[in-house]
């Protein structure tokens, strides 16, 4: 069973930083492509970062591209969000995300596994 538990978010001002933490637990979390999703209030949930099990490939989305970092530490089992230069739109309670898959036959299933959140704030 994989767990993720996040860490790291609190209250800033605008323009200052945090990192955000995702511990993974289990005997697999180094093969799952992981992702960072934030849902405001009133709002869908969006994904705002993602990165490939083997750290290659990197999403940002259009609002944090150029501010937010997504990186991963496959052998602590942890990936991290670094935010710079946050904005009060930033604000919204951050989820880390595993996403595996399993073929069976030629179909391909995928499955996701989501940590509770971290709220971030940033006030103006």
């Known amino acids: 069973q994989v767990q993720l538990v996040e860490s790291g978010g609190g209250l800033v001002q605008a323009g200052d930083s945090l990192r955000l933490s995702c511990k993974c637990t289990g005997p697999t979390c180094s093969t799952y492509a992981m992702a960072w999703f934030r849902q405001a209030a009133k709002a869908e949930r969006e994904r705002v970062a993602a990165?490939?099990?083997?750290?290659?490939?990197?999403y940002y989305s259009h609002s944090v591209k150029g501010r937010f970092t997504i990186s991963r530490d496959n052998a602590k089992n942890t990936v991290y969000l670094q935010m710079n230069g946050l904005k009060p739109e930033d604000t919204a309670v951050y989820y880390c995300?595993?996403?595996?898959?399993?073929?069976?036959?030629?179909?391909?299933?995928?499955?996701?596994?989501w940590g509770q959140g971290t709220q971030v704030t940033v006030s103006s």
């Open positions: 995300n595993a996403k595996g898959f399993y073929y069976r036959g030629y179909a391909k299933y995928e499955y996701d596994y």
């Open positions: 990165i490939d099990w083997i750290g290659g490939g990197t």
